[in-house]
């Protein structure tokens, strides 16, 4: 969790949208949905209740920034930069993170169904308590990303790389793409529900044994 300065002062949209670097401040039940911001800096900020639906958000900074119950639904994320940032009880349901960097990243309890991360290098974050079903995670080398608890049913995996991510503790029925998962660690109960997957892979055909009558 960021360490935040126990005064912060508030900030509100016009302020917000007039000049690009703010440090210091609170944003609080703001309604930002469907704004399109551009190259903004947050350093050492809380971000609650605010609403983004739909925003476009392009090079945003967040250094040691708290997120909480803010709803990011359907944003489109490009090359944003986050060291030292908490994402708490947020909604990023069918939201798409394109390029940037995650170092020191904390999610927790989001939902994020349907959600798209691609071509995100090496991103260092922990996901706990969180939502993916029928996410699309792509293009990225996500061996230092950490789930626990996390629902991951129907996640689609397309060219990244899982190895030394630890799976344990989360459900992964209907998981796509299971040849990615090379390199990462599962518990064997896991292993059962990923059968259908691993079969697909390889192209095994499972069928039921003929039974002769008597």
């Given at each position: 969790m960021p360490a935040l300065p126990p005064a912060l002062d508030p900030l509100d949209a016009a302020?917000?949208?007039a000049q690009p670097?703010?440090?210091?401040?609170?944003?609080?039940?703001?309604d930002l949905c469907a704004e399109r911001l551009?190259?903004?800096?947050?350093?050492?900020?809380?971000v609650k209740g605010c609403r983004f639906a739909g925003a476009e958000l392009r090079r945003l900074h967040c250094a040691q920034v708290v997120f909480e119950t803010c709803d990011f639904a359907n944003t489109r994320w490009f090359d944003c930069d986050f060291n030292e940032v908490a994402f708490l009880?947020?909604?990023?349901?069918?939201?798409?993170?394109?390029?940037?960097?995650?170092?020191?990243?904390?999610?927790?309890?989001?939902?994020?169904?349907?959600?798209?991360l691609s071509h995100l290098g090496r991103p260092h974050a922990l996901l706990t308590?969180?939502?993916?079903?029928?996410?699309?995670?792509?293009?990225?080398?996500?061996?230092?990303?950490?789930?626990?608890?996390?629902?991951?049913?129907?996640v689609q995996l397309f060219n990244v790389?899982?190895?030394?991510?630890?799976?344990?503790?989360?459900?992964l029925a209907d998981l796509?793409?299971?040849?990615?998962?090379?390199?990462?660690?599962?518990?064997?109960?896991?292993?059962?529900s990923l059968c259908p997957a691993l079969a697909a892979?390889?192209?095994?055909v499972v069928e039921e044994a003929a039974i002769e009558e008597g």
């Open positions: 302020g917000l949208r670097e703010h440090s210091d401040v609170e944003l609080v039940d703001l551009t190259a903004l800096s947050l350093e050492a900020a809380r009880d947020c909604r990023f349901t069918g939201a798409s993170l394109t390029g940037g960097r995650l170092s020191a990243v904390l999610l927790r309890d989001c939902a994020a169904q349907m959600a798209k308590g969180c939502d993916l079903r029928g996410a699309l995670l792509m293009e990225s080398d996500l061996g230092q990303l950490r789930f626990a608890a996390c629902d991951l049913t129907g790389d899982l190895k030394g991510c630890d799976l344990r503790d989360n459900e796509k793409g299971a040849g990615c998962l090379r390199g990462a660690t599962i518990d064997a109960l896991q292993l059962l892979h390889v192209g095994l």
